[in-house]
């Protein structure tokens, strides 16, 4: 009997509860493993934990904020390998800001709000090609 | 005392003690006399001749006044240029006068000289300050016409020729609606304003003017000056970091409003997947769940527009007399349950001596410390398992009616801190709009008052409202807007 295909597991974190359900939802839907937090601190913790095969990451957020959880995670070597999406509505002035700072790796992708399901999807499984058959 | 032939003497007395050097001598120019005050300069000088003794030369000197008065017997006035004994340079008025004998020739001369060399130095400075200072200086009549006035006045305004200051300054026909000068004429004192002329080249410039009389006379002040600090490039200055300053506002509202109606979008958004994927699966809970999302931003969209509308709106406080302890017991009880189920305790100090009522919008009091306990609670909750505390006290103290709401959670640090009155900074994510202290401090300052805050990271926050009672609104009359009936102490307006 074929084993079920792995879901790839998905870590959420932003500072809006409904964000975070509606990307748990659409994830989920689409054969994904998502899980969220809606506090960065744990947010780092269940990163560690869990060790997600991908991030995505509000910026801003209260402390810490999206942009300290992205250092933090790419500061950590057990972590660093996992790719992070930043799902944000100021893309702009974070692409700049982490563009500058040229000890932090650029995040793998960008997705905007309010975002396009099917872009966030595409990005995804380019990102997670285990995912692409799901 | 001199014994001189030639003075009465009763007069001998002014000789010696009048403040001015006075030398006498004959026709073969040998001093033969002089007073203690030429003494003083020049040494005893009995016997010598006074080209010998004040220029050093053996004859005398070329167009001597002394020699003219011999011949003519005129008097006559000069000023003089020469040296001291110790070689100082010397500034002098001299007046000349002939002495007749008894023949009625000319047998003496009388030399009496001034020293001016104080006055000259002084006059000097003057000179120096007025032409160099790096501010406008003229000096007007009492028809505001420029008599004289400073090289960088000249320079900028051109040549007074004695056109009126108004004409000058700003090419105006009339004089100025403000002007200090007549001010000063009028009373003598000193007087300030701000002005805007045109330059020479037609360029528009900016000063403050202060004038203070010159010359006073019975009638008041003959002239007066008028002193001109140039502040056009403060002010275009001023005006820049006032533009840049606007345009950084309106940037981070801009940015700040698009980052939280994005947020609500995709809350929106997920609020319709949601409800629509649990309908199609017929899955009651997650229709549910999507429904309450919907509901959720709805309401935050609802509740931005209505703050920003609130923010935004020109409507001034609406004011009431009443008991501003009630109003702080009624925040104590709308919090208390809820604090409390948090673990914080919310106390309600009083102070030593009751505030008597206020003359205030109570319904934008009632929001303000609603935000400010609001905000302390948040702080308190992200501050971590520590019991925390929130006192709310009511004091006055010299006529100030002060609130302060007090926390012991998370406090600020400094980048949160040059934040807290910027529109929509929040550190609450999605649970604040970032106007709360905004609309706190405009109900503030349309009220006389002043917010101010301490901060201590990880020991907590204490905000102050601190309304001086001379500055809060006045009631309105009775029966108009908001007016208040003072058995009940509350506002009709509901």
Redesign the interface.
């Known amino acids: 009997m074929a084993q079920p295909p792995v879901r790839p597991r998905v870590l959420i974190i932003d500072d809006e509860q409904d964000v975070v359900t509606y990307l748990e939802s659409v994830l989920n839907d689409n054969g994904f493993e998502a899980t969220g937090t809606t506090d960065g601190a744990e947010g780092l913790a269940l990163a560690r934990r869990l060790r997600p095969d991908l991030i995505c990451l509000d910026v801003v957020m209260p402390p810490p904020t999206g942009v300290r959880v992205y250092r933090d995670l790419r500061g950590d070597p057990a972590l660093a390998a996992i790719p992070v999406v930043m799902v944000t509505g100021v893309q702009k002035e974070f692409k700049g800001f982490i563009h500058h700072r040229k000890l932090v790796r650029p995040p793998d992708a960008y997705v905007s709000k309010p975002f396009d399901v099917a872009e966030l999807l595409a990005t995804l499984r380019r990102l997670l090609p285990a995912a692409a058959s799901a | 005392m001199s014994s001189c032939p030639w003075l009465p003497a009763d007069r001998t007395l002014l000789f010696d003690e009048i403040p001015c050097s006075i030398v006498v001598v004959d026709r073969s120019y040998t001093i033969v006399d002089r007073n203690p005050a030429f003494a003083a300069i020049w040494g005893d000088g009995l016997g010598a001749t006074c080209h010998e003794l004040t220029r050093g030369r053996p004859g005398p000197c070329s167009g001597c006044p002394a020699e003219k008065t011999f011949r003519d017997g005129e008097r006559r006035v000069l000023a003089q240029n020469g040296r001291d004994r110790h070689g100082k340079p010397v500034h002098t008025l001299v007046h000349v006068a002939p002495v007749h004998d008894a023949g009625g020739s000319v047998s003496h001369v009388a030399i009496m000289s001034t020293d001016l060399t104080v006055t000259r130095r002084l006059q000097e400075e003057y000179q120096t300050l007025f032409e160099q200072v790096p501010c406008f200086v003229a000096v007007v009549d009492r028809d505001l016409r420029v008599v004289k006035a400073n090289r960088l006045f000249r320079r900028v305004f051109g040549e007074p020729d004695g056109e009126r200051c108004y004409a000058l300054f700003k090419h105006r026909q009339e004089k100025c609606d403000d002007c200090p000068a007549e001010r000063t004429f009028g009373d003598g004192g000193t007087h300030t304003s701000r002005h805007v002329g045109v330059s020479r080249a037609g360029e528009e410039t900016h000063y403050l003017v202060s004038t203070a009389a010159l010359q006073p006379g019975d009638d008041g002040p003959t002239h007066v000056i008028e002193m001109a600090l140039d502040l056009t490039d403060l002010t275009r200055l001023e005006r820049e970091k006032l533009e840049a300053e606007r345009l950084a506002a309106v940037g981070q509202t801009v ?1 700040g409003l ?2 939280g109606v ?2 609500m ?3 929106l ?3 319709m ?2 409800t629509s ?1 649990g309908l199609k699966r017929g899955d009651p809970k ?1 229709t549910s ?1 999507g429904w309450e ?1 919907l509901e ?2 709805i309401g935050r969209i609802s509740s931005l527009v209505k703050s920003l509308l609130a923010f935004s709106r020109g409507e001034g406080p609406r004011p009431s007399r009443f008991d501003p302890g009630e109003v702080v017991r009624e925040i104590h009880d709308l919090f208390c349950q809820s604090a409390a189920r948090h673990g914080v305790e919310l106390r309600v100090d009083a102070g030593a001596a009751p505030v008597g009522p206020v003359v205030m919008d109570r319904d934008g009091l009632r929001s303000c410390l609603e935000n400010l306990v609001s905000n302390a609670l948040d702080a308190c909750l ?1 501050s971590g398992p520590a019991p925390c505390v929130i006192d709310m006290r009511l004091l006055e103290r010299d006529g100030t009616v002060t609130f302060e709401v007090a926390d012991s959670g998370c406090g600020m640090d400094y980048d949160v801190k040059q934040k807290v009155f910027t529109s929509f900074f929040s ?4 649970g604040g709009t970032g106007l709360g202290l905004l609309l706190t401090r405009k109900f503030v300052q349309q009220h006389g008052g002043t917010i101010t805050f301490d901060s201590t990271p990880g020991r907590g926050t204490t905000f102050r409202l601190s309304f001086p009672r001379q500055r809060l609104p006045e009631l309105p009359p009775e029966g108009g807007p908001g007016a208040t009936d003072p058995e009940c102490g509350s506002s009709r307006r509901q």
Not at chain 2, 427 to 430: D, E, F, P, S
Request: aromatic share 4%; net charge positive.
């Open positions: 940015a698009a980052h994005k947020n979008l995709t809350g958004e997920g609020g997947y949601v994927t997650r769940q999302m959720r931003n992200v550190t609450k994510g999605a």
